[in-house]
């Protein structure tokens, strides 16, 4: 296979101009700036789930008392975090898409923390629910 055909290969042959109609602030994450919200409206009650990259709990919103899941972001590069925080600030409107609803972030550590809806859910992984 020639370098050419290598080349060709690669570029995604679905999508592959989808942003270049839109405005350079929807795509580009590493200019954005992240307004953060205030961790004291929010307080967290139990722990729901891990992955690589954060730990995820259920809290709620103080001054309206609602619940809400939070999800604390372990240490990783500023740039991650803000191309993440970028991807669901676009698509949170979108069926389907647990809404965003506020970027916390730890005074003392710079700890961020993404704060979502709560949603009803079925856990499957319990043998009872089936």
């Known amino acids: 296979m020639t370098a050419r055909a290598l080349k060709r290969e690669r570029l995604p042959r679905l999508y592959k101009d989808v942003l270049s109609k839109k405005p350079k602030e929807y795509w580009d994450y590493e200019k954005m700036i992240v307004k ?7 307080e967290v009650t139990q722990k729901i789930g891990r992955g690589k990259y954060s730990e995820v709990f259920t809290g709620y919103h ?4 609602k ?6 972001l372990k240490p990783v590069k500023k740039k991650k975090i803000k191309r993440e925080i970028k991807i669901l600030q676009n698509v949170s409107k979108g069926p389907n898409i647990v809404a965003l609803l506020d970027i916390v972030r730890d005074p003392l550590t710079k700890t961020p923390c993404l ?8 856990d499957w992984k319990t043998p009872a629910n089936f």
Do not use: D, M, R, S
């Open 67 to 72: 619940k809400c899941v939070i999800k604390i």
């Open 62 to 65: 103080v001054p309206t008392n």
């Open 115 to 122: 704060v979502f809806e709560h949603i009803n859910n079925t």
């Open 36 to 42: 953060w919200g205030n961790l004291e409206h929010y």
